[in-house]
């Protein structure tokens, strides 16, 4: 019986790994799991080599894929933490991660594999008590009465090389349906700003969910994402006006 190696294996159970580039410049190396969401996307981390430490981070994708489907979250979060605390994970805004010693990598990328894996089978049992017309699908009702949506889920990629997911592609503009959530506009704008770096002209609509949201806060939050992107509250997109 043939022996196969150890990138054979990693190859065999479904990971992915490319090298890129982090922001300030250092190798940082993209995974890419088997794992999926509910909707397909799949989930991924990078590996950072921090001086004497290797970090492995999500860069907060995987708690923001909560807030940016619109799930109630307002008293899910304690359920969510508590995984990301059995598994001995840190998190700060947003963002989950470990630091290992280089001798301690496979332990670390074992329970950061576990601790997403148990999380996504948490997103999977929303999803299937969430109502069908989300808000996303809402946006994309509406979108299709202005034109045909030309592809859903495209890629970009930013400034430092890393992918960038959108909910959809309408007439080469790119469209992402928001809550009006502060763990949504930080990742958001991260997102964006890196975008910015590398497609400076790129033609991006932001949608913002409206329902049950103060208007200050929707006022907030288009000022803010409005430098960076066309932003539409949705009710305002229903009637066709775009800020």
């Known amino acids: 019986m043939t022996m196969i190696n ?5 190859k065999n159970l479904g990971f992915t790994a490319e090298k890129t580039k982090g922001c300030d410049g250092s190798d940082v190396l993209r995974i890419t799991t088997p794992s999926t969401f509910s909707d397909g996307q799949p989930v991924f981390f990078y590996l950072i080599n921090n001086n004497e430490k290797i970090q492995l981070t999500d860069d907060a994708s995987t708690l923001f894929k909560f807030v940016k ?11 969510i933490y508590s995984i990301i605390d059995k ?32 999380i996504i089978n948490y997103e999977k049992g929303l999803h299937i008590a969430q109502p069908t017309l989300d808000f996303v699908e809402m946006v994309a009702a509406e979108l299709e009465k202005i034109a045909p949506i030309q ?88 009637q066709l006006r775009v800020h």
């Open 87 to 118: 598994y001995e994970l840190n998190r700060n805004n947003g963002e989950i991660y470990i630091d290992v010693d280089n001798s301690n990598l496979w332990q670390g990328f074992g329970q950061f594999i576990a601790c997403v894996n148990e």
């Open 6 to 10: 150890c990138c054979e294996l990693f």
């Open 69 to 79: 489907d619109g799930y109630e979250m307002k008293n899910r979060w304690k359920s």
């Open 151 to 238: 592809e859903r889920n495209p890629v970009i990629i930013g400034g430092s090389h890393k992918e960038y997911t959108f909910n959809f592609k309408q007439n080469d503009r790119y469209v992402d349906a928001v809550p009006v959530h502060p763990t949504s506009t930080g990742h958001l704008l991260r997102k964006l700003v890196d975008i910015r770096l590398a497609q400076p002209e790129l033609d991006i609509l932001i949608v913002l969910n409206d329902n049950n949201v103060d208007k200050n806060k929707i006022d907030k939050e288009m000022l803010v994402l409005s430098s960076m992107a066309s932003v539409i509250d949705f009710t305002d997109l229903k």
